[in-house]
């Protein structure tokens, strides 16, 4: 009789395992999918000769994102070299990658050349500078800060405050991963290398 009692009750403890395992798998993968959802950032933002250009036209390539702005002293040329590089260190790999400079200071960025600006690092650099509510949308998507800070030193009195990450985005849009300020040319195109 003992017997019997400790294999029912080795079964019962079986079952409840069993699922206890299967409700934390369901609920972690609803939880992915969360996740997932919460980083496919977009964009509806004009280019440089005024059309507008959507996130989801960019299908199919990697996407590298950069919000900044043209009277930036370092930190914006800095990243736009390493993605010139990049780019120039994938050959013809290139045409898999899609390099975008989203305007923080669309305004003046429009008025200073947004185009020639990004075509003095790369070519492949595309410029991007919408309204201002379309940036708000832009930056909400992509989880960033960006804020006017008075500066009475520096053109126009004021100089722009800004998330300094460079984002890599996946040919279905979704979010792969951000890369930090002064993450060199180097270690992005081997990132990238590794996903094609």
């Keep these: 009789m003992r017997l019997r009692n400790l294999q029912i009750i080795l079964w019962a403890a079986t ?94 960025d429009r008025r200073l050349g947004l185009r020639e600006y990004t075509e003095a690092f790369h070519p492949a650099i595309l410029g991007l500078a919408g309204t201002d509510a379309d940036m708000e949308a832009a930056a909400e998507s992509f989880k960033i800060y960006f804020a006017r800070k008075d500066d009475t030193e520096v053109a126009d009195g004021y100089t722009m405050s800004h998330s300094p990450g460079l984002f890599l985005i996946g040919p279905d849009g979704v979010w792969l991963r951000q890369f930090a300020y002064g993450t060199p040319a180097a270690d992005i195109l081997s990132d990238l290398r590794s996903r094609f």
């Excluded at 939880?31 to 250009?53: C, I, K, T, V, W």
């Excluded at 590089?85 to 989203?102: E, N, R, S, T, Y």
Aim: one cysteine or more; charged letters at 20%.
């Design 15 to 108: 079952i409840v395992a069993t699922v206890a395992f299967l409700a934390l798998r369901w609920s972690s993968a609803g939880m992915q999918d969360e996740a997932d959802a919460a980083f496919s950032p977009s964009f509806s933002l004009a280019d440089s000769e005024g059309a507008q250009r959507i996130s989801e036209e960019f299908r199919g390539k990697f996407l590298l994102v950069f919000f900044g702005f043209t009277s930036c002293p370092d930190v914006c040329p800095t990243t736009l070299s390493e993605v010139a590089q990049v780019m120039d260190d994938l050959g013809p790999d290139a045409a898999k990658v899609q390099p975008i400079f989203v305007s923080v200071d669309p305004e003046r």
